[in-house]
């Protein structure tokens, strides 16, 4: 990491960091693409990779414009975001089950990013950085956006699905103890 003497060096960094976790992210949402059985879901996933790809884009044209390298940083709370969804890719089981826990995985990654470009945000506002803030607050409300996807996913389809799932046997232990 680089001397941190000013705030214009604490937003490099955080920009640095938010290049590596979109690179990542656009490799690991193809695979949860692929593993959701909820068409719905499937369909999130790859409209999010869509935006992720341009997520990295307006990162570039905010480097551009800085003068900032954004490569050579990994971003260490991504990378282990995007491992414990692999653990979720590697399960077995029930569809809707493994979808609500994709969905969970997914928003613990919308979450470090809404954090992390809210952050970059008021950085830049408080560098009187206008353009900057105003395409960073653009990914921001994306990323809002996508975690709101997926609750309303979860809740109108998946977790209903889910919680029927196990029931049946859950009720017949119950009249077996009593």
Do not use: W
Not at 9 to 27: I, M, V
Not at 106 to 127: F, K, P
């Amino acid at each position: 990491m680089a001397e941190m003497e000013s705030l214009m060096d604490l937003l490099e960094d955080e920009l640095k960091d938010l290049y590596s976790a979109e690179n990542q992210l656009t490799k690991a949402l193809p695979r949860m693409a692929k593993k959701a059985s909820s068409k719905m879901l499937k369909d999130a996933f790859t409209k999010h990779l869509k935006e992720t790809e341009g997520h990295v884009k307006r990162l570039e044209r905010i480097g551009k414009s800085l003068d900032i390298k954004l490569s050579g940083k990994v971003c260490q709370a991504m990378k282990g975001l995007i491992e414990e969804g692999k653990e979720i890719l590697g399960e077995k089981g029930e569809p809707s089950i493994l979808d609500a826990a994709l969905i969970g995985a997914a928003q613990r990654v919308e979450h470090y990013e809404m954090a992390g470009y809210g952050v970059v945000r008021t950085i830049a506002e408080h560098l009187d950085l206008t353009e900057v803030a105003q395409l960073l607050q653009q990914t921001l409300d994306e990323e809002k956006a996508t975690d709101q996807k997926l609750t309303q996913i979860a809740e109108e389809e998946v977790y209903g699905e889910a919680a029927g799932i196990g029931a049946e046997e859950d009720e017949e232990e119950l009249e077996e103890e009593e």
